[in-house]
């Protein structure tokens, strides 16, 4: 099986089978989706061989099986998004739906900014919000979202507070370490990068073949934990 497809069948739901696993219709998925109500699908594999990530654009497919391919941790955005309509409207529903994404993912940042790397964009030194670079963050993280990139980036996606781990693990690994290039440190640096490392490991996806070779999990996990070392 080529190795492309080996990694989509293995981790992600063609369309039919994800919107089983919802328990809704492949008609009433794609409206959600259409309606800005659930994300979009991490993959669209195309009949003339053409991978459309969510992440990274268009790249060639080779012999990946055609269809739109979905991270099952996005079921639990389906369900939202039905519960969310269902009381709203889907109008009001999408207002409600990047409301509370937005709100959570600014708390799980105002908690991540504390315990793992300091955003000094969005909370001052007492951890208090800046109301401007925190805006930005969140209007990005909901574009990012709803058009599918963490279903490309995030090991799990199914909360906003993990999707704010692996971004701010992100920032952190490339910030200390000049985004891979640098392996040398001091030994007490050296050991709270492996921790971040670990961390990041886990959260982030591995990324497929077509991904891999321009992806962070290159840059930032395998690529340090091959290089880092300590100081003699």
């Not at 089978?17 to 993959?43: E, N, Q, W």
């Not at 793992?116 to 670079?133: A, T």
């Not at 490309?152 to 999707?163: K, Q, R």
């Amino acid at each position: 099986m080529d190795a492309l497809d080996t990694y989509l069948q293995a981790r992600y739901l063609p369309a039919p089978r994800f919107a089983a696993a919802c328990a809704v219709s492949p008609h009433t998925l794609a409206g959600l989706i259409d309606d800005g109500l659930a994300p979009r699908p991490a993959y669209v594999v195309t009949t003339d061989a053409t991978l459309a990530s969510a992440a990274f654009g268009r790249m060639p497919a080779a012999a990946a099986t055609p269809g739109a391919y979905h991270h099952p941790g996005h079921a639990a955005w389906v369900a939202l998004a039905l519960s969310l309509r269902a009381a709203s409207g889907p109008d009001r529903a999408r207002a409600l739906l990047e409301e509370r994404f937005r709100g959570r993912y600014a708390a799980a940042l105002a908690d991540l900014d504390r315990r793992i790397h300091p955003l000094l964009d969005s909370f001052d030194e007492r951890g208090h919000p800046i109301h401007d670079g925190l805006a930005c963050r969140t209007a990005a993280a909901w574009t990012n979202f709803i058009g599918g990139v963490y279903g490309v980036c995030v090991a799990d996606p199914s909360t906003e507070h993990a999707i704010a781990r692996k971004e701010v693990l992100q920032e952190a690994l490339t910030l200390l370490t000049a985004d891979g290039a640098r392996t040398r440190f001091p030994r007490d640096t050296t050991l709270h990068v492996r921790r971040l490392v670990e961390q990041y490991a886990a959260d982030t996806m591995p990324f497929s073949p077509s991904e891999y070779p321009r992806s962070s999990r290159k840059r930032l996990v395998d690529g340090l934990r091959a290089g880092a070392e300590l100081p003699s």
